[in-house]
């Protein structure tokens, strides 16, 4: 899955990461690789305003929540080895 272009990192690339960190036993650098696609995420919902294009531009608010609901679900399965 492909989440971000432009030199910034995409799902696959920060899980590729997140797994080499957790090889190293770096927990704490994978929770930060982790959480930075998340706020690169928040980002991306922030400048795309979902709310505002709901009605003048439906298909590009449908792009939106898909995008942010595949960050969502990748991130879930980032999270795991994390959580108890």
Not at 17 to 41: D, H, K, P, S
Not at 45 to 72: G, Y
Request: with cysteine; glycine share 8%; proline share 6%.
């Amino acid at each position: 899955i492909v989440f971000f272009t432009d030199g910034l990192p995409t799902i696959g690339e920060t899980r590729e990461t997140v797994g080499r960190l957790l090889e190293r036993f770096q927990f704490r650098a994978g929770q930060i690789a982790m959480l930075e696609l998340a706020r690169l995420g928040n980002r991306y919902f922030d400048e795309q305003q979902p709310w505002a294009t709901r009605k003048s531009d439906p298909v590009r608010c449908a792009t939106t929540l898909h995008v942010c609901l595949q960050l969502v679900a990748g991130l879930g399965r980032l999270m795991a080895p994390f959580l108890p």
